[in-house]
């Protein structure tokens, strides 16, 4: 069984009756908007082949410096950013969190977790904890790149790794871990008039941001919506120098 990307030994920050989706939103700088073209499969392989001067999202400037963590006390961890090919365009495909589970039920979330003393790297602990989620075995995923990590607050480094899944695969979720797997186009992940900054006070004193985006009954929000945000300034610089 996998382990979850949230286990009960970490550090968590409860706050009681927290309701993200309730949380005030604020005022974020408005993106230019990607091309079509700029979210295709080719392009987006092509962007991760050649490098790509480019800056990360500036609202988590220091939560993305978490490849090299200045705390020792910091659990690695990998997730998959899969992207699926559909005849309407390209989808990411996500997993929503089993109801039971003591962390973060309920959840969306990108299939990963714990990078295991037995894996090679973050990209084999991502396709394994792909595999023992979902179902869908490493022969079905072509690795295209990786991204910054991303330091919760929880204090895991959340490495993404982007990965196609080529068709013919099939979806057989853990129950135990997950509830349902669902696709969002990636043109709606990537239309930033859809991503919301919200500024949530904590009862300790100080405030918390996170962003969130809404797909039809699905509310994504935390650190999965701040890997798609981050994708977005990626692409974005891509096509800044490929397509200016």
């Known amino acids: 069984m996998s382990q979850s990307i949230f286990p009960p030994r970490s550090r968590r920050v409860v706050v009681p009756g927290f309701d993200p989706q309730a949380q005030p939103v604020v005022q974020s700088e408005i993106l230019p908007p990607l091309s079509e073209a700029s979210i295709q499969l080719d392009f987006i392989c092509s962007a991760f082949a050649c490098p790509v001067e480019w800056q990360v999202e500036p609202v988590f400037s220091d939560s ?15 997730v998959l950013f899969p992207l699926v090919q559909r005849p309407s365009g390209l989808h990411v495909l996500f997993t929503r969190r089993a109801s039971h589970l003591h962390d973060h039920a309920g959840q969306i979330s990108f299939p990963g977790g714990r990078i295991e003393p037995t894996d090679r790297d973050a990209m084999s602990a991502a396709l394994r904890e792909t595999y023992e989620e979902i179902g869908v075995p490493p022969d079905f995923i072509e690795l295209i790149g990786t991204q910054p990590s991303f330091l919760t607050s929880t ?73 798609i945000r981050n994708f977005y300034h990626y692409l974005a610089a891509a096509q800044a120098k490929f397509h200016p």
């Open 64 to 78: 993305f410096q978490a490849d090299f963590p200045d705390s020792q006390d910091a659990i690695r961890a990998a």
């Open 155 to 227: 204090r895991f480094t959340m490495k993404p790794i982007i990965g196609l899944i080529r068709p013919g695969f099939t979806i057989t979720p853990d129950v135990t871990e997950v509830a349902e797997v669902f696709e969002v186009p990636l043109s709606v992940l990537m239309d930033t008039r859809l991503h919301r900054l919200h500024e949530a006070q904590l009862p300790e004193g100080g405030h918390r941001y996170y962003f969130s985006m809404t797909w039809h009954s699905y509310f994504i929000w935390g650190a999965t919506a701040a890997l």
